[in-house]
């Protein structure tokens, strides 16, 4: 059984692409997560969650479908503050336990100048600075 929405230790709720393109109205975008992977902090859009018994243990897992590393040298010039991305949809797909997700982010579409393509950039607490 896949599912939609799974609420993180801080509070918020992370929900997954699989139920807000199925929405009608405007989604809430809630799909991207900061993650740890193996000691490393990566991005992700959650495609969906599900539960798997695994000898005998009840685990819960998100597919997730990775962003690509920051763009380095949009990070350097921006001294470190512009986190972008290349979004890689289904050539990055990668099961995670959800103990792996920290909180929810947003990922925001832009065409940086002087760099081809779109990149997504980072925004942390999307939301909760009023």
């Not at 685990?59 to 590393?69: L, N, Q, R």
């Amino acid at each position: 059984t896949k599912w939609a929405r799974l609420r993180l230790p801080n509070g918020q709720v992370a929900r997954s692409a699989w139920k807000e393109r199925a929405m009608t109205k405007q989604p809430r975008m809630a799909r991207n997560v900061k993650l740890l992977l193996d000691g490393q902090t990566a991005i992700g859009e959650v495609y969906f969650y599900f539960n798997m018994t695994i000898r005998d243990r009840r685990k819960t897992f998100a597919m997730v479908s990775v962003y690509s590393d920051p763009h380095q040298d949009l990070l350097r010039r921006s001294f470190y503050t512009v986190f972008a991305c290349h979004h890689r949809g289904d050539n990055s797909l990668r099961l995670i336990e959800i103990c792996a997700i920290q909180s929810v982010v947003a990922m925001v579409p832009h065409q940086f100048p002087g760099i081809n393509g779109t990149l997504y950039y980072l925004i942390e607490r999307p939301g909760l600075d009023i």
